[in-house]
């Protein structure tokens, strides 16, 4: 098989599986490793007509309302996000604060349901934001903001190269057949010194070990290409970026819901949240080690 990042023709295979996320139907997908680059990809590599039947209506990210169980819930989120700004562990919002007192463009490209933007929105008033998601239909219905304009793929084209401060690519480009061409097609759109937010699944998590086909973050057939921090930060230092910081995830959703897949439990049980909390401290561990499900690259646009 050829790789779709080097286009080498060495490869292994890991494994094979089908969508069990959404079950849209049953067919079976091999997953392949580069022995050259290590980027996973999936084979046969879906189309872009045929990927759209895998994102249907009720896919989860499109649903802009998240509902909390109960009061304990949401009183424990409140109060691990004031402990996170206090010690200010959060590195994302660190960066962010950067231009906290600025006038500037920002873009969510693959912004879901477009809900974190419109919390950024209320956060950075004098930011001007914009939303892209290329498969959520209903995107025109999100409820709108004086400073959040959600766009086409028209309109994306068109707005003027350099123009963009900060674009976010959040759980993107495990998505797209062409990850290497949409970042270089964003840079365009980028600013000088403008920084690019790239958050994707690790391949070298401790969890993708752990639980094989059952990992959660293999997303079988959406997830198309699955890589590492090594090689992720090569390809963008390839694309003349220079790396800020990367971010090892400390929350332990994905290893919860690797758990569901592997007991083969339908329905999210109603202790989630705690399951989720309780197992954060070795989540965090796992981040010190640079062994998260998830991790997120914060490059700058030097040229």
Sequence with gaps: MKCNICNSLETTFILRGSDSYMKVDKKNFNIYQCKKCKVTSLQPMPSEKELEKYYPSNYKIFNQNIILNNSNSRNLIKLKNLIIKKLKMN????????????????????????????QLSLQYPNWKFFGYDKFNQNINDIEKKKNVSFCSSSYLNDIPNDYFDVINLSSVIEHVIGPKDLILFLKKKLSKNGIIIIKTPNFNSLSRR??????HNLDIPRHLHIFSDNNLEKILYEMEFTKIKIIY??????????LYKFFNLRTRPKIHNILVNSLNPITLILSLLKLSSTFTIIAKKEV
Excluded: H, M, P, Q
């Design 210 to 215: 752990i639980f094989g086909k059952y990992w």
């Design 249 to 258: 995830a400390r929350n332990s959703g994905v290893e919860v819901k690797s």
């Design 91 to 118: 590195t994302l919002e660190r960066t962010l604060e950067d231009f906290s007192n600025k006038e500037i463009n920002y873009l969510d490209y693959g912004c879901g349901s477009g809900k974190n933007i419109i």
